[in-house]
């Protein structure tokens, strides 16, 4: 199999970089093939703009970039790591928490490479039917702050719901299945017992990340939704929720 690493932390020495080292050695040790795009090594540029699509403008930047794809006049970059997104059977996004989202470089890089008409479209299905169905994707972060604030009644939120943008309205929309996340919290000055515990635990979620059951959102095709049209808003069909559940679990067919 093929896996993609996305690795976004300006620090080489950094336990973030440590865990990227990690993944190529493990996946590669389990027989798969490994790409990084190491963006801050690569010199990713960040912001998107219309130099990106070799003069093609309007009647938009949506839509100017997805004409770009369709002429072959993307940035050659850009072209790169589509590609690599369309060899991979697993995309593994690795970052640390940074202002309770992905660094700067890594949101360029989502809003670069997943151009309309190639990730997305009016015509192309979304939500678990999307262009890059078939495949695999995890998120794998770190954060300094504790566990306890990423709980329901943390002052942070639950840390699912604020990868919920990621995992659902990015990887979920393009049609990845979705792993659970990889987070570890506290992950600052750490005891080397620590240390030794986060890197063992990563190791052990990549020794399983082509047999883990994805998170279990529901299809936007699948008939769990109303008004599928582009006039009408998309929503859950009364009566599918499971008692008591609200918010971002709605979207789950199987509540946890």
Do not use: C
């Not at 801050?40 to 938009?60: E, I, L, R």
């Not at 702050?145 to 942070?156: E, F, Q």
């Amino acid at each position: 199999m093929k896996a993609l690493i996305v690795h976004a932390h300006p620090d080489a020495n950094s336990l973030t970089a440590t865990l990227k080292d990690l993944a190529v050695s493990s996946l590669r040790a389990d027989g798969h093939d490994v790409v990084v795009s190491d963006l801050y090594a690569m010199k990713w540029q960040s912001a998107a703009d219309f130099t990106d699509f070799d003069g093609v403008t309007g009647p938009d930047f949506m839509h100017a970039s997805g004409t770009a794809y369709e002429t072959g006049r993307l940035s050659s970059d850009i072209r790169t790591e589509q590609q690599k997104l369309l060899d991979a059977d697993l995309v593994i996004l690795l970052f640390p928490l940074w202002w309770f989202t992905v660094p700067a470089i890594l949101k360029g890089w989502i809003d670069r490479v997943f151009t309309y008409n190639f990730a997305y479209g009016a015509t192309i299905p979304r939500y678990g039917d999307g262009p890059l169905a078939g495949k695999r994707a995890m998120l794998a972060t770190l954060t300094g702050s504790r566990a306890g604030h990423y709980t329901p009644r943390g002052v942070n939120g639950p840390i699912d719901d604020l990868l919920f943008p990621l995992n659902h309205g990015l990887l979920h929309f393009t049609g990845f299945d979705v792993l659970p996340p990889f987070v570890e919290h506290s992950a600052v000055h750490l005891s080397e017992d620590r240390y030794l515990q986060i890197t063992d635990r990563f190791r052990r979620r990549l020794a399983t990340a082509f047999t883990t059951d994805p998170i279990p959102y529901r299809s936007e095709a699948g008939g769990d939704y109303t008004g599928l049209t582009h006039s009408d808003a998309s929503e859950l069909a009364p009566g599918l929720e499971t008692p008591g559940t609200t918010g971002f679990n709605l979207h789950l067919a199987d509540p946890r």
